[in-house]
Structures are given as structure tokens and as C-alpha cells.
T-cell receptor
Framework: AQRVTQPEKLLSVFKGAPVELKCNYS??????LFWYVQYSRQRLQLLLR?????SIKGFTADLNKGETSFHLKKPFAQEEDSAMYYC????WGSGNTGKLIFGQGTTLQVKP | DAGITQSPRHKVTETGTPVTLRCHQT?????MYWYRQDPGHGLRLIHY???????DKGEVSDGYSVSRSKTEDFLLTLESATSSQTSVYFC?????????????FGSGTRLTVV
């Protein structure tokens, strides 16, 4: 079964602290993995995709196929990072056709 | 600016009435998707389209139907609205073919069924 799990509903940290948002996935083929961010009641925006290995707004994420994880990290949290973060998986092959499957989301709250 | 718009942005409707939400894109993308967003559930796929008149069901399709008569428009219809369909509905688009393309999302429609 294809599944994305974000175990934390809420992650609260102080400004300047490191952040790690966890994401684990289940997929039988080669997945495409993404992180999306949603600021208060706005549209979802693509933050990162695993294939590009880029750093956006100081966030990075590494795909660990052995642990089937794609955790999102930032060394020093900023107040403007407060938002909902979704991990998502997409795949191709029988019955998938690139549908994006989301985790339940993690709310990141950065306190001053 | 994102090449995708949803209408209406907000709607309140009564139980039992039909409701249609519209998603319009200017990107000429092949794939279009309808998701609903609910607390504790993340985003769940309702229906999607992989071309004009080509649609398929997602994981929560009961009570919903879709139509895509032209590339740019993807309509979601609640045949007889129920309170459990109160949600925020997002449309998304994606280019065709495999590849690590991110989806582009619309701004959402907040639907309340009373």
C-alpha cells in the first residue's frame, strides 16, 4: 500500500532552534517525494522535491530509501517558518498515474 | 499568477442541494486533481483527470462527480451536499509524463454545508 506518515501533528520550537519534521513512506516502486508548505489559509506551495537536492528557505530533506524516510530539516528556525508542512509521495506505474499522496501534515510553531 | 484559479472562493449551501466547484488553468497541463483538506486527514484525493473527458476516482470519491470537457476546466460537483462535505477543496495541476514535477495548487474553495 502507498502511504505517507507524519507522526507529529504539532511541533513547537523556539526561534533559533533546530527543526526536524519527520516523514516516512511506504511505496513499492521508486517514489517521487515532496515537501509542501501552507501558510495560514493559503494555497499549498512546493517547498522541496527530493530529486533536486536543493535548499529552500534554509530547509533540506534527504531521501533515505533504507529507512523509507524523507525528513525535513532546518538548522535554525525562524518565526516566519510557522506553517503547516505536508510530506507527499507520487509514483508511476500500475494504478498510480502520478497521483500525489499526502501525509496528515505537521503544524510547525516557532515561538519567539 | 499561479496559472490556476478556483471559484467560488467561499460558499455556504444547504444540505441536499447540488454544488459545483470550478477549477480553471491557463498552463495547458494534462493532469488535474481535486483534493479535500480536513484536520487530521491532510489532503485526500477526490477525483483526477488525465485528459479531456478522461477522469478517475480517488480515495474519497463517494458523493462527488467530475467533468472535464476542455483542457482548462475541471469541475467538481457535489450531487447532494451533506454536512460531512464541509471542507476546503483544492484543485491542483501537473504537466504530463513522468518526472519530479511538483503540483501547482489553487487557492482553495471553502465550502460549508448547513
Amino acid at each position: 500500500a502507498q502511504r505517507v506518515t507524519q507522526p507529529e501533528k504539532l511541533l513547537s520550537v523556539f526561534k533559533g532552534a533546530p527543526v526536524e519534521l519527520k516523514c516516512n513512506y511506504s511505496y513499492s516502486g521508486s517514489p517521487e517525494l515532496f515537501w509542501y508548505v501552507q501558510y495560514s489559509r493559503q494555497r499549498l506551495q512546493l517547498l522541496l522535491r527530493h530529486i533536486s537536492r536543493e535548499s529552500i528557505k534554509g530547509f533540506t530533506a534527504d531521501l533515505n530509501k533504507g529507512e523509507t524516510s524523507f525528513h525535513l530539516k532546518k538548522p535554525f528556525a525562524q518565526e516566519e517558518d510557522s506553517a503547516m508542512y505536508y510530506c507527499a509521495l507520487s509514483g508511476w506505474g500500475s494504478g498510480n498515474t502520478g497521483k500525489l499522496i499526502f501525509g496528515q501534515g505537521t503544524t510547525l510553531q516557532v515561538k519567539p | 499568477d499561479a496559472g490556476i484559479t478556483q471559484s467560488p472562493r467561499h460558499k455556504v449551501t444547504e444540505t441536499g442541494t447540488p454544488v459545483t466547484l470550478r477549477c480553471h488553468q491557463t498552463e495547458n497541463h494534462r493532469y488535474m486533481y481535486w483534493y479535500r483538506q480536513d484536520p487530521g486527514h491532510g489532503l485526500r484525493l477526490i477525483h483526477y483527470s488525465y485528459g479531456v473527458k478522461d477522469t478517475d476516482k480517488g480515495e474519497v470519491s463517494d458523493g462527488y462527480s467530475v467533468s472535464r470537457s476542455k483542457t482548462e476546466d475541471f469541475l467538481l460537483t457535489l450531487e447532494s451536499a451533506t454536512s460531512s462535505q464541509t471542507s476546503v477543496y483544492f484543485c491542483a495541476i501537473r504537466p504530463g509524463g513522468q518526472g519530479n514535477y511538483g503540483y501547482t495548487f489553487g487557492s482553495g474553495t471553502r465550502l460549508t454545508v448547513v
